[in-house]
């Protein structure tokens, strides 16, 4: 649980007075523009930086004394390997430090990287790294398990096969938060979406619940001949994306902009009318003329 968290560095208030409770067993995604303190909360939440105000309990105990129990794991983006170990050395090292670990052979598995444990760090690739460190984070059988951009550096099939690998931990009941870049993974693994702006919680809720906060539609369609500026004239039209002859139109009044659209341009094809999606949610709720809401 966090409660009035604040964190200053110098005239920059990286974090405002974030309030945030995370209950056993969700998978919860934070969300936000580069600098609007999501960084600086999980490093509060894992006791590497001390807040200014505001208090941090992880079931009950200080971040520190959730970490020495072995409670909560971290998958860092920036956490180093030792170049010169294998896998296998580098994970049975973490356990060593832990009352009750996993077996290295369980979360070599867990993690998808047991065909790597005897390869040295110096000879992994930057998605294997990632891997890597999933192993190092699950290794104490946490209870929280923490992800700071955790498929970073991976291809596609490696972000599915480690999806895949946290929904094996994601069933057993224990709770995750992560930190993504990737709205697509947010919208089809979280449970909960909670999106920060300046240091401050301006939506939380379900992807769905998020995604309501935004009225309007997005209207996607083929208009040869149609400019970027005569689509953006349209009625209602808040945001206009043209490539070729494909059209995305951003509307808030989607039947006044389809009408408009057909009488204007009859041979308009290939017609999409959809809600906007969390994409356009974390455009529109992380702009810097958003008030916020919050749905906690």
């Given at each position: 649980?966090l409660?009035?968290?604040?964190?200053s560095?110098?005239?920059v208030?990286?974090?405002?007075?974030?309030?945030?409770?995370?209950?056993?067993?969700?998978?919860?995604?934070?969300?936000g523009?580069?600098?609007?303190?999501?960084s600086?909360?999980?490093?509060?939440?894992?006791?590497?930086?001390?807040?200014?105000?505001g208090?941090?309990t992880?079931?009950?105990a200080?971040?520190?004394?959730?970490?020495?129990?072995?409670?909560?794991?971290?998958?860092?983006?920036?956490?180093?390997?030792?170049?010169?170990?294998?896998?296998?050395e580098?994970?049975?090292?973490v356990?060593s430090?832990?009352?009750?670990?996993?077996?290295?052979?369980?979360?070599l598995?867990?993690?998808?990287?047991?065909?790597?444990?005897?390869?040295?760090?110096?000879?992994?690739?930057g998605?294997?790294?990632?891997?890597?460190?999933?192993?190092?984070?699950?290794?104490?059988?946490?209870?929280?398990?923490?992800?700071?951009e955790?498929?970073?550096?991976?291809?596609v099939?490696?972000r599915?096969?480690?999806w895949?690998s946290?929904?094996?931990?994601t069933?057993?009941?224990r709770?995750?938060?992560?930190?993504?870049?990737?709205?697509?993974?947010?919208?089809?693994?979280?449970?909960?979406?909670?999106?920060?702006?300046?240091?401050?919680?301006?939506?939380?809720?379900?992807?769905?619940?998020?995604?309501?906060?935004?009225a309007?539609?997005?209207?996607?369609?083929?208009?040869?001949?149609?400019?970027?500026?005569?689509?953006?004239?349209?009625?209602?039209?808040?945001?206009?994306?043209?490539?070729?002859?494909?059209?995305?139109?951003?509307?808030?009044?989607?039947d006044?902009?389809?009408r408009?659209?057909?009488?204007?341009?009859?041979?308009?094809h290939?017609?999409e009318?959809?809600?906007?999606?969390?994409?356009g949610?974390?455009?529109?709720?992380?702009?810097?003329?958003?008030?916020?809401?919050?749905?906690?």
């Open positions: 649980m409660a009035g968290l604040h964190k560095y110098g005239d208030h990286a974090v405002a007075g974030v309030d945030l409770t995370i209950a056993p067993g969700e998978v919860v995604a934070l969300l523009p580069n600098g609007a303190g999501k600086t909360t999980v490093d509060m939440l894992l006791g590497l930086t001390k807040p200014d105000a208090t941090v992880v079931f009950g200080s971040p520190n004394e959730a970490v020495a129990r072995g409670t909560i794991g971290a998958m860092l983006q920036g956490g180093a390997l030792l170049e010169d170990a294998t896998v296998g580098i994970v049975a090292m356990a430090l832990h009352r009750s670990p996993m077996t290295v052979a369980e979360a598995r867990a993690s998808g990287v047991d065909d790597l444990a005897d390869r040295r760090c110096t000879k992994l690739s998605g294997q790294k990632q891997r890597v460190r999933f192993a190092v984070a699950l290794v104490s059988d946490p209870d929280l398990l923490v992800l700071d955790p498929t970073a550096a991976m291809d099939q490696s599915r096969e480690f895949k946290m929904h094996g931990f069933n057993t009941g709770t995750v938060l992560f930190a993504t870049h990737y709205l697509e993974e947010a919208e089809n693994y979280a449970d909960r979406v909670v999106l920060m702006r300046a240091g401050r919680v301006v939506a939380d809720g379900s992807v769905a619940e998020v995604t309501s906060l935004v309007g539609r997005v209207i996607r369609a083929v208009v040869p001949g149609a400019t970027e500026a005569a689509l953006a004239a349209l009625p209602g039209v808040t945001e206009i994306e043209v490539r070729a002859n494909r059209a995305a139109i951003s509307t808030g009044d989607s006044a902009t389809l408009t659209l057909l009488s204007t341009y009859p041979q308009a290939d017609i009318v959809t809600a906007v999606g969390l994409e949610a974390f455009l529109s709720l992380t702009s810097d003329n958003t008030a916020g809401a919050d749905l906690s």
